[in-house]
Nanobody, 122 residues
């Protein structure tokens, strides 16, 4: 059974940093692209960042470019999202997802974790 467990969310002041982690199990982690989505309060889910199975290719939403970094540690079956210079508009539930290892600029998540809350105060 594929399972993703996110951690690292919490409350932070604007300008601060958080690092999200996602521990994967029940999957051959390294052959799949992975991505982070988020859902702000009252809004639709949006793709934040995606990374190829080998980690050589990445894609970011324009709203987080230069502030967020997606990475993965395949031997540890873990996905990360380093979030710097956080803004109140980054407040959302963040979801770890697994998708097909194709063009990450068109990434779509097929399997989802339960999510972790990130709250950024002004």
């Amino acid at each position: 059974q594929v399972q993703f467990v996110e951690s690292g969310g919490g409350w932070v002041q604007a300008g601060g940093s958080l690092r999200l982690s996602c521990a994967a199990s029940g999957t051959i982690f390294s052959i799949y692209a992975m991505g982070w989505y988020r859902q702000p309060p009252g809004k639709q889910r949006e793709l934040v960042a995606a990374i190829t199975g080998g980690g050589e290719g990445t894609h970011y939403a324009d709203s987080v470019k230069g502030r967020f970094t997606i990475s993965r540690d395949n031997p540890k079956n873990t996905l990360y999202l380093q979030m710097n210079s956080l803004k109140p508009e980054d407040t959302a539930v963040y979801y770890c997802t697994q998708g097909r290892d194709l063009d990450v600029s068109h990434y779509q998540g097929d399997f989802w974790g339960q999510g972790t809350q990130v709250t950024v105060s002004s």
